[in-house]
């Protein structure tokens, strides 16, 4: 075994496809946590046009009921697992150590092992279409709907397994987020000179390595219920199916924030710099942000009102419901007051951050009426509740999203993106999501059922799911927009200077795209807005000016151009090794206890030349 690993542990080029399998550098894997994302992105996008057109009009027969059941629960999972949470983690990937002052992150083949782990479980979770038992459950799962009398075939342990892996990568990056953001700051950068993208980082990694492991349990008992025939949720033996709903809620609610708090971060920074302004009220933002992760652990149970907890139950947490705005209306004054006075550029990044702004309050707003249990009786299961849930995850976090790609594709990648194809995109989306979305309050007031195949034509509802139909199509022409733009910018884009937008924190103080090695001189910070301070020679809320720090990094290769005291992580193959014989361990469970023995053989291979692996020549 030492003699295989002795051939494996020597990849050393930076240039080629082997060079991003084998990556540990934090820019890399960002963009490759990026490109997967969006690819799934598609994918989602893909199930969701073929339910709305199923729903275009009454009576419909272009899919099947069966078919129609499994695309609006692989679509809702695609979305949530493999794409808003993924693409905040691109950002966090390509974004924080830059805005730390950092060389990269504090576990580089961790880093990389988070990213292997993730593209192997969203193809776990995916594995159903391959044998037309894709989960027909709804993302939420609820019992006894996934026992297999209800849910024959794989496509729920595919489900369930995908997750347990998906999860696994989201603990081991926020782990490593969080110590990055602890340990490696530059000099002088104290918590409170954080910028408030990398705070948002910071709190939602701390949600997901405490409300993952609850995901885990649920997950893990349903797993054994199905395979093992154990009965967690089976009322005949008995289990209880409110306990799948009291674990799924627990991890939901907090994993919500998980989806929103990166894209308010983004938010948070694309709005001064496009304001001319600082950000107003920095620590109310910073501490409304760890309130809002805070008060997520206590608002779960507004998603089971009418499953009969009693009034005393439903009373509290309508109550911690409505306590909840409080800190996100915090931060929506907060991002007015910084535009207001301020000399506004509204390039596409500021048009979507304004977006964001906008839709989230819509979304917001929706979402306190369920506080109120009577209004939340007449709404449950309603498409007003697909309108709440869209307003903020595509209205806020997409949207949000979105201003960062534009905010900062020329940092990752020496390019711009073409303005007026990003205004276009804005302005398609925009119309095209409220045409879509707006018309469901209507549809669920007027009491249209979520989930539903078909509809009758008596009930009046096929104009405004046909309007409804048709933003979804434009939705779909925004993101051809936008792919245009892409590919049109990588090649043909103007080149971006090291500071584009005129920007206030560190990330743009370095080239663009950035040297392997991140920072020439690791910087000394003296105050919030570290680079504006720099540049214009203004210090707020810190100390006199130093010239910045030299400084060498941990281990590794080398750097390029000379840099002989900078070092960086050496590339390494046994993060995708690891990750290769925990998604194999998980499908043989499935597929044949013969390819879970293989995968155990594979993973215990990785660890051994992991832990061997010299990191530095």
């Not at 849910?151 to 342990?157: D, E, K, L, R």
């Not at 910073?286 to 009693?310: A, D, E």
């Not at 309050?361 to 009786?377: C, K, R, W």
């Not at 690891?578 to 660890?607: D, E, N, Y």
Request: hydrophobic share 50%; net charge neutral.
């Amino acid at each position: 075994m030492a003699a295989i690993t002795g051939v494996l542990r020597r990849p050393t080029s930076y240039a080629g496809l082997w060079s991003w399998v084998t990556t540990v550098d934090h820019k890399r894997i960002g963009i490759l946590y990026g490109v997967t994302a969006f690819a799934w992105f598609l994918v989602g996008g893909a199930e969701a046009m073929l339910i709305r057109t199923q729903l275009a009009r009454s009576n419909n027969t272009f899919v099947t009921p069966d078919l129609y059941n499994q695309l609006f629960t692989m679509h809702g999972l695609t979305m949530v697992f493999l794409v808003i949470m993924p693409l905040s983690v691109a950002f966090f990937n390509i974004v924080v150590p830059l805005q730390i002052g950092a060389r990269d992150v504090a576990f580089p083949r961790l880093n990389a092992l988070s990213y292997w782990i993730f593209l192997l479980g969203s193809l776990l979770l995916n594995a159903g279409w391959l044998t037309a038992s894709a989960p027909a459950v709804g993302w939420f799962a609820y019992a006894n709907l996934t026992t297999e009398p209800y849910s024959p075939g794989n496509g729920v342990s595919f489900f369930t397994l995908g997750l347990l892996v998906l999860g696994t990568s989201s603990v081991a990056g926020a782990l490593n987020f969080i110590i990055t953001i602890v340990n490696l700051r530059a000099p002088g950068m104290g918590m409170m000179r954080i910028p408030v993208f990398t705070w948002m980082t910071f709190v939602t990694s701390f949600l997901l390595i405490t409300a993952m492991p609850v995901i885990a349990i649920g997950v893990i008992e349903l797993t054994f219920d199905r395979l093992f025939a154990t009965n967690f949720f089976n009322t005949a033996k008995g289990g209880d199916p409110l306990l799948w709903q009291h674990l799924f809620w627990l991890f939901g609610h907090p994993e919500v924030y998980i989806l929103i708090l990166p894209a308010m971060g983004i938010v948070s920074e694309v709005l001064p710099t496009f304001s001319r302004k600082p950000l107003f009220g920095y620590p109310v933002v910073v501490y409304s942000g760890i309130v809002i992760g805070i008060m997520s652990w206590g608002v779960w149970s507004h998603h089971m009102f009418t499953v009969g907890l009693g009034p005393v139950a439903n009373s509290v947490f309508a109550i911690t419901t409505m306590l909840i705005a409080v800190p996100t209306g915090i931060k929506i004054f907060n991002w007015l007051a910084t535009m207001w006075g301020g000399s506004i550029d509204f390039k596409a990044a500021m048009l979507f951050a304004v977006g964001f702004i906008a839709m989230f309050i819509i979304g917001g707003l929706s979402g306190v009426t369920h506080a109120s249990v009577p209004s939340d009786y007449q709404q449950q299961d309603t498409y007003y509740i697909v309108a709440h849930f869209h307003y903020v995850l595509f209205g806020g976090s997409i949207l949000g999203l979105f201003a960062g790609i534009y905010y900062w594709f020329p940092k990752a990648t020496g390019r711009l993106l073409h303005e007026g194809l990003g205004k276009l995109h804005f302005w398609l989306t925009f119309i095209g999501f409220n045409m879509t979305f707006g018309p469901m309050h209507w549809l669920g007031l007027d009491g249209m059922p979520r989930r539903v195949y078909t509809y009758p034509t008596e009930m009046g509802w096929d104009f405004w799911n046909l309007v409804s139909t048709i933003g979804a199509y434009l939705i779909a022409v925004s993101v051809i927009v936008f792919l245009v733009n892409f590919f049109r910018s990588l090649s043909a884009g103007e080149r971006a200077s090291g500071d584009p937008w005129d920007g206030r924190t560190l990330e743009w103080a370095i080239p663009s795209p950035p040297p392997i090695y991140n920072f020439r001189e690791i910087p000394r910070v003296h105050g919030r807005d570290a680079f504006w301070e720099q540049k214009h020679g203004q210090v707020s809320h810190g100390d006199p000016v130093h010239p910045p720090t030299v400084a060498g990094g941990s281990y590794g290769h080398e750097a390029e151009e000379g840099h002989h005291g900078i070092h960086v992580p050496s590339p390494s193959y046994f993060p995708v090794i690891v990750a290769v014989g925990l998604a194999l361990a998980g499908a043989g469970l499935l597929i044949s206890m013969a390819v879970s023995i293989v995968g155990v053989l594979v993973l215990i291979f990785g660890v051994y030349g992991w832990c061997f692996e010299p990191v530095s020549e």
